[in-house]
């Protein structure tokens, strides 16, 4: 049986917005001092900050605390526990060079007829002394071996490129570097 962390609560309703107001708050006492460069510098910082909200709340909202068992996979939220057949995961794919790891799972929910995409934080005992950064752990692959067995169809081809995330990330992160960096030279 695998879980996702403990630390997935921290994550999903502390980290984010801890982290995004503490930053937020030193940006806006940057932004009331009376210099040029506090100025340009909290316009930048606000910038960016702004763009690592999107990405974190987006992680935020999509994270969930799962237990993979051989029978069902199970998804708990404050509601309860929602059982999902093997067979209803559309794909599974870790997601490459991202720290912390992060399982990518699409599945239908039987209850709307919805698909719908959920993020995973395997258990940190999973990823301990883990230095290899592109290969995929053993939850992942514990749970594509489940589909497997009760989707015979399903072939690992379905699933997204596990770089896609990580370059939808660096190709939004290229304009807001050079808007920042306009913000920066503009103050020297």
Do not use: C
């Not at 995961?89 to 239908?108: F, G, R, T």
């Not at 067995?149 to 660096?170: A, D, F, H, T, V």
């Amino acid at each position: 049986m695998y879980k996702s962390s403990s630390m997935t609560f921290i994550y999903k309703y502390l980290f984010t917005p801890i982290w995004g107001g503490g930053f937020l708050f030193g940006i806006v006492f940057t932004w009331s001092q009376n210099d040029q460069f506090s100025y340009d510098w909290s316009r930048g910082a606000a910038i960016m900050v702004g763009w690592a909200l999107i990405w974190l709340i987006t992680m935020m909202i999509r994270l969930r605390n799962v237990e993979a068992t051989h029978e069902y996979f199970v998804i708990k939220t404050l509601k309860g526990k929602k059982e999902i057949d093997y067979k209803d995961i559309e794909w599974i794919s870790q997601i490459a060079m991202i720290s912390p790891v992060l399982i990518s799972l699409k599945y239908l929910d039987k209850d709307t007829g919805d698909s719908k995409k959920i993020l995973i934080m395997p258990s940190v005992s999973s990823q301990m002394f883990r230095f290899n950064i592109i290969g995929e752990l053993e939850m992942t692959k514990f749970i594509r071996e489940r589909i497997i067995e009760n989707k015979p169809e399903y072939s690992k081809e379905l699933e997204p490129s596990r770089w896609l995330p990580l370059g939808i990330i660096m190709l939004t992160a290229l304009p807001i570097i050079l808007i920042v960096n306009k913000f920066f030279m503009n103050s020297i």
